[in-house]
């Protein structure tokens, strides 16, 4: 091999040879004078395209071993002499390079916690529904990535895990010490299904679900208390006064509820049914599907209160700040009740509105069956199988009469009032 002592100039001016050919870094000495130094391993490799490589030679347990430091020019002469004499003192300690470099290279790949985060969002979160997809990227932001960020998910095992659920869950919410579980099984299930993530397990399969986190809320409105909601939707301004009225006597769902479009209500005349009707598009009700919603008189009264409002717009409950959306937020008033003590009602939730609808209809003689179909909730509303086969009805006139029965019951409650609240809107 010839030897040459390696300067920059005649690295760069290296030109292919047909062959490849290596050079030794070699010290230069002139008149018995030692006028610079070279590093001793040290060579470049001129391959035959003309490329060029920094290696360093060394013996190890009498053995002749070559390491690339790596190609010029992405690596200086004076950073490879620098690297050459790093490697010479690990050889001269007891360590071989070339090893240690081979045992890096098979090991499992050390993937972050971040890259986790970035392809699950990605590529799963799309097939979520979008309340579903919007709660789990706020999940994600706030209690995942400030405690796990910058970790390999090869190395987060269950008991970190556990520590995160666990203080959740001792600061008063095992509700969401739960869902916090929930979205972090997901990402590391999705995790092993992602060649480029390479999970071997899910960690979260070690991991405690907390019962009384879970446990299925059946709190509804009595009569004082659905008098003294009233009331306080009252103090809103619009829309929010209305989305609250409105979920408390049709019974629908908050999102599909403030979604609601002028051009979704229509008159209909079908069979032995006849009158106005919300239909819920598909692609806002939670399970796809299209659902028709009867108006009894009080939806009617809440939705002409509206009209001389957001009439103009395409949505009836138009928000007052962005232009010709729907409104977005009912967390500040619902707040805002939750925060009066001597009310009775500190645990209020827009959703036990939904359940109040149904108890009422159950009181009053309605079928679970009846009451699934006007709520669309697929549980309540399953059929005999064999009738469900042949049974292509749309229940509209059921669903009327189990509306416009609910609406007579709220007037009577809020007639009683002491307040004297004599009308629906």
């Known amino acids: 091999m010839p030897k040459k002592h390696l300067t920059a100039q005649f690295i760069r001016n290296l030109e292919p040879q047909g062959k490849r050919v290596e050079y030794y870094d070699q010290h230069r000495i002139e008149n ?29 347990n009498e053995k002749a071993k070559s390491y690339k430091i790596g190609s010029y020019p992405n690596i200086k002469l004076s950073e490879a002499r ?6 010479a003192n690990k050889v001269n300690n007891g360590f071989d390079p070339q090893a240690e470099k081979n045992k890096r290279k098979h090991q499992p790949k050390k993937t972050l916690f ?25 999940i994600i932001k706030k209690e ?14 269950a008991a970190r895990l556990s520590k995160i659920l666990s203080r959740k869950k001792k600061e008063g919410y095992p ?25 071997k397990d899910n960690p979260v399969d070690d991991t405690r679900r907390y019962k009384t986190g879970e446990n299925k809320r059946d709190r509804y ?8 909601l009233w009331e306080w939707f009252e103090q809103f301004d619009q829309p929010v ?26 008159k209909v005349k079908k069979d032995d049914f006849e009158g106005m009707v919300w239909t819920i598009p598909a692609e806002d009700a939670k399970n796809k ?42 967390k500040a008033s619902t707040k805002k009740i939750k925060e009066d003590k001597d009310n009775g009602i500190s645990d209020f939730r827009p959703h036990d509105l939904r359940r109040t609808v149904a108890t009422y209809m159950a009181d009053s003689g309605i079928s679970p069956m009846i009451i699934g179909k006007v709520l669309n909730h697929k549980g309540l509303a399953k059929e005999n199988t064999i009738t469900a086969r042949y049974n292509r009805a749309s229940y509209l006139e059921q669903k009327q009469e189990a509306l416009q029965r609910w609406s007579y019951k709220l007037n009577q409650i809020l007639e009683d009032s002491e307040a004297n609240i004599t009308k629906i809107a």
Not at 34 to 45: C, D, E, M, S, T
Not at 82 to 87: C, F, G, P, R
Not at 145 to 153: A, I, S
Not at 246 to 257: D, F, H, S, Y
């Open 32 to 60: 018995n004078k030692l006028k610079a130094k070279g590093v001793k391993g040290l060579f470049i490799r001129l391959t035959k395209a003309g490329s060029v490589y920094f290696y360093y030679r060394y013996w190890f």
């Open 82 to 87: 620098k690297e050459a004499e790093d490697l």
């Open 114 to 138: 971040e890259k986790l985060v970035s392809e699950y969002k990605k590529h799963h979160l799309p097939t979520l529904r979008e309340a579903t997809r919007e709660e789990y990227k706020r």
């Open 144 to 157: 995942l990535e400030p405690k796990l960020k910058g970790l390999k998910v090869n190395e987060i095992k």
């Open 175 to 199: 509700t969401m010490a739960n869902r916090i579980r929930a979205v972090l099984s997901s990402m590391f299930d999705y995790g092993r299904t992602d060649p480029e993530i390479d999970l």
């Open 221 to 228: 409105y009595e009569d004082e208390e659905i008098r003294t």
């Open 241 to 266: 006064q209305s989305v609250f009225k409105m979920l408390l006597i049709a019974g629908q769902r908050k999102t599909e509820t403030m979604n609601m479009k002028w051009d979704d209500i229509q």
């Open 289 to 330: 599907k299209a659902h028709d919603v009867p108006l009894s008189d009080s939806a009617l009264q809440v939705i002409e209160t509206m009209r001389p409002i957001t009439g103009e717009t395409d949505y009836v409950f138009c928000s007052p700040r962005k232009n010709n959306e729907p409104i977005k937020w009912i």
